[in-house]
């Protein structure tokens, strides 16, 4: 009896020995300056009490020793043991949403003087007011923004220029080349377009039914006639994400970050674009949904396509890369196999985190509980309140991203956490206390900038 305490005492000292110097590295790598000295004194506290019980002989040392394998082990049990995660909750029914209502459609459509300008303030008057404070603000991209410099917000113009410019038309017709649709199963077709879609960039890809609800009822912004109805009777859904640089978000809100997202919109349009034509020349229907020209909601497609899940932040949180995403659609009437949606802890973690509305800098995200918006329990973020942030510092701000627990690298030490969090709410809780006791409530970028993106 006395050796098996002994050598799993040992056993127990190696596996913390292991896992510290797994945490110093990763924080040494990512220059987290705060949670290296952390992690090297709570891990070297422990470490030292542990080995002086191992290696001093003293008088109940077994017992002390067996108690504390017997609180690791308990501690293990408690953190490992799986339960069904919390999903996210639809309690009534679904209704389109106008295109109309998406706050780009209202800077990026609407223009003083026109006949639509003028319609929508009539009929929706308690815009007005925000609205005009905001168009008073520095358009994104021009001087006068906070992080505004001529050398690099020329080019997340130019960057946001060329997408619009090449996603005008996304409405093509199918043109089989063997003049009718190409026969295949929808697990062939399934293959092939996720592993053309990997081929391109995507870094994740999921394909659901499409639900009528996530189809914009009347066009706003994208290309077609003001406040047309939107018919789009395609029965499927493929959603794609590519990732974010870490180090770059790390920069929120510098205008970095809008450099990244500028880049990765037109990375998930040209997956999209390419994917969609390409269903049209095998014979079927299909159309792209791309930064500034969607008829549908990507973020609960692709929530139902089974890449993530929705935060507290009103974005997608992906297991593999949280929020630091960003996605587009196609939708088709091409046969298709369809995914599960996933749950993996995000709605009981965001309920004790709320790292995101602590940090937004212009009180946008809610800290309270959910609402039924829409028929979804969801925590409601302010999109006026958002944007005007976003005119005022001149860049796409993306701090609720950053501060994300689960935007963090994808590293074997980070996985360790991510494979915890979803087992239970009692890891949930501790990886959140760790969070805040590691990294602390807010993060700063500890990253220098690229030469090309520095301001001097
Ligand atoms: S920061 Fe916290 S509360 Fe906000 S989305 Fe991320 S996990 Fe949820
Ligand atoms: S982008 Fe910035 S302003 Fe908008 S919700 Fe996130 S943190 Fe708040």
């Not at 799986?82 to 209202?106: G, L, M």
């Not at 499409?210 to 939107?230: C, K, M, Q, T």
């Amino acid at each position: 009896m006395h050796q098996i305490i002994i050598l799993t005492g040992w056993i127990s000292f190696v596996f913390l020995t292991v896992l510290a110097i797994g945490f110093v590295i990763t924080h040494l790598l990512e220059r987290e300056w705060r949670a290296f000295f952390r992690t090297i004194f709570v891990f070297g506290l422990l470490l030292t009490i542990f080995g002086m019980v191992l290696t001093f002989n003293f008088v109940s040392r077994e017992l002390v020793l067996g108690s504390l394998i017997f609180i690791q082990l308990i501690a293990i049990f408690l953190i490992i043991r799986y339960q069904n995660p919390a999903a996210i909750r639809i309690t009534e029914h679904q209704y389109k949403i106008d295109e109309r209502a998406a706050i780009f459609h209202r800077f990026y459509r609407l223009k003083p003087g026109d006949e639509e300008f003028d319609k929508f303030y009539r009929e929706q008057p308690d815009k007005k007011e925000i609205d005009e404070s905001i168009r008073k603000l520095p358009p994104l991209g021009s001087p006068g923004g906070k992080s505004y410099f001529n050398l690099t917000s020329t080019f997340q113009t130019a960057t946001f220029g060329v997408i619009e410019q090449l996603t005008k038309k996304l409405e093509w017709e199918p043109k089989s080349v063997e003049g009718k649709p190409v026969a295949g199963s929808a697990a062939e077709f399934s293959a092939r377009l996720k592993g053309y879609a990997r081929f391109l960039g995507a870094d994740l890809i999921g394909i659901t039914k499409l639900n009528p609800a996530y189809v914009y009822s009347h066009i706003g912004r994208s290309e077609g006639e003001w406040g047309a109805p939107i018919q789009l009777e395609h029965s499927n859904a493929i959603a794609i994400a590519v990732k974010m640089d870490y180090e770059m978000i790390k920069h929120a809100p510098d205008s970095a970050v809008t450099t990244e997202s500028s880049i990765k919109y037109f990375e998930a349009a040209k997956i999209a674009m390419i994917l969609a034509r390409y269903i049209n020349l095998l014979g079927y229907e299909a159309r792209a949904h791309v930064d500034g020209n969607y008829r549908v909601l990507c973020v609960p497609i692709a929530a139902d396509a089974g890449l993530g899940e929705l935060g507290r932040l009103g974005l997608l949180i992906t297991p593999e890369f949280g929020p630091r995403i960003r996605l587009s659609v196609v939708t088709t009437n091409l046969p298709l196999l369809h995914e599960k949606p996933t749950s993996f802890g995000v709605q009981h973690f965001c309920a004790i985190c709320k790292k995101c509305a602590t940090n937004c800098p212009s009180n946008s995200i809610a800290s309270m509980d959910k609402k039924n918006v829409n028929g979804v329990e969801k925590w409601q973020t302010e999109q006026e309140s958002c944007y005007r942030f976003w005119r005022i510092q001149g860049s796409d701000c993306s701090v609720c991203i950053n501060v994300c627990p689960y935007s963090n690298p994808n590293t074997l030490m980070h996985n360790l956490i991510r494979w915890l969090v979803r087992r239970n709410n009692f890891a949930r809780r501790i990886v959140f206390w760790g969070d805040q006791f590691f990294y602390g409530k807010r993060r700063r970028s500890k990253y220098l900038l690229p030469d090309w993106h520095r301001r001097s």
